[in-house]
């Protein structure tokens, strides 16, 4: 076989048959894929198996935050925002803690496959879609160096378009199925730490149009793995990668894709600023820190969020800017 047409079956089998989510779900990876990990971890990274891993939430104990982001695309004008508000409960168990997060949402008369290639199931449309999900996490210290922590994940999304072509409206929602993840992180010493994390997602999906109704499982799960060394205090380098595993039952498609994670984190004044900036799969992220006890902001600008899940459901170029308010309330009783 002559290289060139090696080359094209290679990309022919990286392209055919990818398993796309519908719109409601697509939405997901903006936000919830993301407070998942954290500002901070985004800014640098986005490598949770390292410093965005569950096994890490007891760090956190005693704090409450907020979240508050934007996404919008360049090329289709789409706009889309979310905020989450959650908190951490002071440690109990030989240091445990739990955590929990609700999260919402939303994009009005969005622009929805303007560039995807042309499908009597994918006609262009215009509408709306809104996401709102509860995650819970409880993490717990294993001795001196290792420490692990799970995950629950409930989450209900729903899209209403309008196809340009004047085609019945098309409905998407999804009914929950059992889902969460778990993490495992290792932290020798004050220069190494190394960690995996996995998601295991699962929908029930529907999508109506006219009096046509169809139903399938909606698979989504991640798998990461990550290394961070810190060679003095204050400076921080992440390397890892992360490998989707998705299925839709509504289309008969499955796709699996590994992509790199690298970040690096430094501290611009002791214990109050923080730089950070790094690829995640095929975003590029920055972000800083600057924390006045009890209170943190973490704050991260992104290109192209969620571009290797989201495709070109949405647009091709996108900005992004997520922002968490940190404050630690158990420090109000300390001072009592």
Known sequence: MRLEAFLALLVLLGTAGRAMAGPETALREFAGGQVKKGVRTIGMGGDGATTGNYALVYKDAGGAIFDQGVVRFQDTGNLFTFSALGF??????????????????????????????????????????????????????????WSVGV????????????????????????????????GLHWHPDEHWQAGVRVILNHDEETRTQGGASKSGLLRSYEYRLGVAYSPWKGTLLDVGGDALDRSNGLEGTSTFDVHPTIGAEQMLVPRRVWARAGLDETTW????????????????????LGAARTQDVFGKRNTSLIATLNFQYDALFAKR
């Open 88 to 145: 951490t409960t002071p440690r109990f168990w030989d240091d445990a803690a739990f955590y929990a997060i609700a999260l919402g949402q939303q994009g009005n008369g969005v622009r929805v496959w303007d560039f995807t290639a042309p499908s009597p199931g994918k006609p262009p449309s215009t509408g709306d879609v809104s996401d709102t999900s509860v995650f819970v996490k409880l993490a717990k210290p294993l001795g001196k160096s």
């Open 151 to 182: 995950m629950g994940a409930f989450e209900l999304s729903q899209a209403l378009l309008l196809p340009d072509g004047g085609a019945p409206p098309i409905r998407f929602h999804t009914a929950y199925l059992p889902s969460g993840g778990a």
């Open 285 to 304: 992220t920055t972000g800083f820190s600057v924390a006045l006890p009890p209170v943190k902001l973490d704050v991260a600008y992104l290109y192209n």
